[in-house]
Structures are given as C-alpha cells and as structure tokens.
Nanobody
Framework: QVQLVESGGGLVQPGGSLRLSCAASGRIFSINAMGWYRQAPGKQRELVAV???????NYSDSVKGRFTISRDNADNTVYLQMNSLKPEDTAVYYC???????????????WGRGTQVTVSS
C-alpha cells in the first residue's frame, strides 16, 4: 500500500511564504511525476505544479515566478515553496504522484489527503 502525506500548510499573511512537503511511503519501485494540485471552495481542483523524475517542471500561469516545486528522489518527497502568497492562493493543497510498485507493473496515481493553506490578514 502506498501513502502520500502532506505537511506544511497553515495561515499566512498576504506576501508571506509557506513550504509544503509530501512524503510517499509504502511499496515503491519508482515514482514518475509528482505534483501539487489545489481546490478552493466552490471551485474545481486545479494543477499548481508538476515535476517529473528527470527534474523538468511545469507551473500554472497563476503561480509562475512565485512557487517552486522540487523533489528529493532519495526520500520520495516533493516540496512546494510558495512565496508572495495572495488571498486567491487560499485552498486545500493536494499532493499527487504516479508510482510503480514493481518493475513489471504499471504506474498508478495516488493522492494525499490535502493540507489547508489560508492567506489572510
């Protein structure tokens, strides 16, 4: 069984910073892409940033230049450094990963339970 556990959310003032972490554990042979999504009240879940195993990254236009995604392949952990936070960044942030449990298996998609980020003065 594979688990993704997020941490690092909280309340921050506009212009502030937070760093989210997501650790994958369980039966893991390899991890392809890892990413962060968010869902604000009344809105659909949206992609924030993604990083593939080789290190290439992609960001939504709304966070480019403010957020940075990174990963530690040795620890199966992905991070999201969020700077210059705005009230519109308020949402539940979810970790996502494509994980292969065995060398011969296909990759399955896993989700964390989410961590709340609130940007407010």
């Amino acid at each position: 069984q594979v688990q993704l556990v997020e941490s690092g959310g909280g309340l921050v003032q506009p212009g502030g910073s937070l760093r989210l972490s997501c650790a994958a554990s369980g039966r893991i042979f390899s991890i392809n892409a890892m990413g962060w999504y968010r869902q604000a009240p009344g809105k659909q879940r949206e992609l924030v940033a993604v990083i593939i195993s080789g290190g290439s990254t992609n960001y939504s236009d709304s966070v480019k230049g403010r957020f940075t995604i990174s990963r530690d392949n040795a620890d199966n952990t992905v991070y999201l450094q969020m700077n210059s936070l705005k009230p519109e960044d308020t949402a539940v942030y979810y970790c996502n990963a494509g994980i292969r449990a065995t060398p011969w298996g296909t990759a399955n998609t896993y989700w964390g339970r989410g961590t709340q980020v609130t940007v407010s003065s």
